[in-house]
């Protein structure tokens, strides 16, 4: 048994996992679906998006470059990372050159990509989460198992017991707001005690050198104006030409993953404290991460750098909601997870991800970026079975199947038999066990085939 | 994808491809969609040597078997009026997947694509090609419809069997919900990862149970079987059919896993 398929198993006898993925992933698609259908052309703004992040993506040098001036304009300090590891030397440097005790960190998927609350641990420096579902995942010692939602597996009773746990003056009240209340007094002074604030980019706009965070708790402005330093990873496929550019993509962003028509908090942070500013950051930093991004780029992945993290492909994604994001193993999960961690992880690690999806379109057909997300799972699954990596069992299952449809006489024999073995194991219409074919019958039953096959029978009917 | 407008009204040369499931599984697919096809004024041919269209290669990465597979049965499919598939998976993977993995070949693309062009779904074609409706299907009973995900999202099947089942006198069609969600067959998914298939059609066959109905309706074999399979299993009463099998007005036979 694979190492994903033991977790999805794992997933599937968690009752309570169920419950909550479906509370949050039933919600998204039902207020996304509201959202979509009150916009005027959603469609046509599909497009628009996907044809702005192919542009980018076409011309990732020229806007790179141009971002890095206007950054540098702006004061920030440009930073170039090859690799995750590359990445966080360089955020600790900057932490240790600050000579900082304390991080806070405003929630980044390209964070946990590269290992950063790791790589600040190792370096023993503190670290507050400061979004609030990135805090019950800290708390709870675990990683996010959904890119919006980190904390889309626990169930709020489950986050209530965690904080009684682990509170210091946890709620008194069983209620969402006093639980809120709660992780507020927990956060609120670290948050204000940070020497470093750190954050992800939703969008770096290259004619101003600004990057954009959007949340919905407001905890990202908090963890990044106080502190002296605000440092900022961001993948370089975040990159948008311009401001308009990125008011679109905000667009798309929000309805696909929420259903909201904005976010609660959209900020835009063009460099640092200037001379009369009454606040903000003396040093602002950004980092700058490929990690295999170029290479995804020129080795036919580069529609799924079009993708701005919405996580629409998961919460409609029939896998996803039966089994959450933690048992897909890799940092992304869900449809995009499936495409990227092959990318990130390697494929031989990974290789169960592109074939547990039953390929039925719907992540594309939500996607605001409209990246071809079955397409590209297929391609992965072509390399995988090129490069050998596919069960030795479905290597000549399929093979076989092949070779003998390409024999229509011996293809005709063959089918004729199995129609006759079906027969043999039906007992009224159905077959309950199937030799060869248990996880089929396990689960179901196979229906007992007529008495022959169409061609048989279609041939004799035309000799009539 | 949106099928095109019919280009040619005039009397038409139907090639059958019945499918390596409706073959093995199921003949009385088959059988309806000739009827139906005749029933619309078609001439219909059952080209010798079909065997299956290579979906189960292509969608297991085995692109060199898919290839393959895709020459012969294009070779084969080759030179009618259009092609008429009783299934949304194996008509997408004609209509859309052949041109995608021979784009490569300047010999087999023009031959791909002009397959392609011609070859329709079943109902899609009866609808939107034919114009036809059923005339005298009877059936009286209350049926749920299921989308098959192929058919809904590769050839934007949606409406067209609605309208024909409205036809057939005596059905009514009461909404699934989730009728456009995945049913979890996924073709070797359903065996390759059973137990998050299971889980799926598990919440679909619920679903089904929930509408009341006494038929299940869709328009491919293999989604059929895994949940007429899965409701057989939970003691459910729901029998299913093939959806042309109703508008062939065979809606009197034995259903899915009823011996004849």
Not at chain 1, 369 to 393: C, N
Not at chain 1, 440 to 446: F, G, P, Q
Not at chain 2, 208 to 224: F, K, N, P, Q, S
Request: aromatic residues 6%; hydrophobic residues 40%.
């Amino acid at each position: 048994m694979s190492g994903f398929t033991a977790r999805a198993d794992a997933a599937l006898a968690d009752r309570l996992l169920k419950v909550a993925v479906e509370r949050t992933a039933g919600t998204a698609e039902a207020k996304r679906a509201v959202a979509v259908h009150a916009f005027p052309d959603f469609e046509q703004a599909r497009d628009r998006a996907a044809a702005i992040k192919d542009h980018v993506v076409a011309n990732l040098g020229h806007y790179l470059t141009q971002f890095e001036s206007s950054a540098i304009a702006a004061g920030a300090k440009v930073h170039w990372a090859q690799t995750a590891d590359e990445a966080c030397r360089i955020v600790v440097d900057i932490c240790k050159a600050a000579n900082a005790k304390t991080v806070a960190r405003s929630k980044s998927m390209l964070g946990e990509e590269i290992g950063l609350p790791h790589a600040l641990a190792e370096a023993g420096i503190g670290r507050v989460e400061t979004d609030l579902a990135e805090h019950i995942i800290q708390l709870a010692d675990e990683r996010p198992s959904h890119i919006i939602w980190p904390a889309m597996h626990k169930t709020r009773e489950q986050v209530s017991a965690l904080f009684h746990a682990k509170h210091r003056q946890p709620h008194s009240e069983e209620s969402i707001a006093a639980m809120a209340e709660s992780a507020r007094r927990e956060l609120r002074s670290q948050m204000l005690g940070a020497d470093v604030g750190i954050s992800g980019a939703n969008f770096l706009i290259a004619d101003t050198g600004a990057i954009c965070t959007v949340t919905n708790e407001g905890n990202a402005e908090l963890s990044l104006v106080p502190p002296r330093v605000h440092i900022v990873t961001a993948g370089i496929e975040k990159i948008v030409p311009s401001m308009g550019h990125a008011i679109h993509m905000l667009r798309m962003l929000a309805r696909s993953a929420t259903g909201a028509a904005l976010t609660q908090y959209t900020t835009f942070y063009a460099g640092p404290k200037r001379p009369g500013d009454r606040d903000g950051p003396e040093e602002m930093h950004i980092v700058l991460v490929d990690n295999g991004r170029t290479k995804m780029r020129e080795e036919g992945l580069a529609e799924m750098l079009r993708c701005i993290r919405c996580g629409a492909c998961m919460n409609h994604c029939v896998v996803f909601r039966q089994i959450g994001g933690h048992a897909y193993g890799g940092t992304y999960p869900g449809p995009m997870g499936a495409v990227l961690t092959p990318a990130l992880d390697g494929l031989r690690a990974s290789r169960d991800l592109p074939n547990a999806c039953t390929l039925n379109g719907k992540c594309q057909e939500v996607c605001p970026v409209r990246i071809p997300l079955p397409t590209l799972l297929r391609g992965w699954r072509e390399k995988s079975w090129r490069e050998g990596l596919e069960p030795v069992t479905m290597r000549q299952g399929v093979g076989l199947w092949a070779w003998v449809a390409q024999r229509p006489r011996l293809y005709r024999l063959v089918t004729g038999m199995a129609v006759a073995g079906l027969r043999i194991l039906g007992n009224r219409g159905w077959i309950a066990r199937l030799p060869l074919g248990g996880g089929w019958t396990r689960y179901r039953d196979m229906p007992r085939p007529a008495g022959s096959t169409f061609m048989t029978q279609y041939r004799k009917e035309q000799r009539k | 994808m949106v099928q095109p407008a019919p280009s040619r009204p005039a009397s038409r040369r139907v090639a059958l491809f019945v499918t390596c499931l409706v073959d093995l599984m199921r003949p009385r697919i088959g059988f309806a969609a000739i009827r139906a096809l005749e029933a619309a004024g078609c001439e219909v041919v059952v080209p010798d040597g079909q065997t299956c269209c290579g979906q189960p290669a292509l969608n297991s990465g085995d692109r060199d078997h898919a290839v393959a597979i895709a020459k012969r049965t294009i070779g084969i499919l080759e030179g009618y009026d259009h092609v008429v598939i009783p299934s949304g998976s194996c008509a997408g993977t004609i209509r859309c997947h052949y041109p995608e993995i021979l784009a490569d070949d300047a010999h087999w693309l023009p031959r791909a694509q002009a397959v392609a062009e011609r070859t329709w779904e079943i109902m899609a074609f009866l609808h939107e090609v034919c114009g036809w409706r059923p005339e005298d299907a009877h059936c009286k009973a209350s049926a749920t419809y299921h989308d098959s995900c192929s058919a809904l999202r590769e050839l934007g099947v949606k409406a067209q069997p609605r309208r024909l089942l409205k036809s057939v006198e005596g059905l009514s069609l009461t909404p699934l919900a989730g009728e456009e969600s995945c049913c979890g067959f996924g073709g070797t998914f359903c065996v390759k990862y059973p137990a998050i298939s299971n889980a799926i059609v598990g919440e679909k066959a619920a679903a089904i149970e929930a509408t009341g109905a006494e038929l299940l309706l869709a328009g491919d074999l293999g989604c059929l079987m895994n949940m007429a399979g899965k409701l057989h299993r939970e003691g459910s009463k729901v029998r299913a059919f093939h959806a042309i099998e109703l508008i062939a007005g065979m809606g009197d036979g034995p259903a899915i896993g009823e011996d004849a």
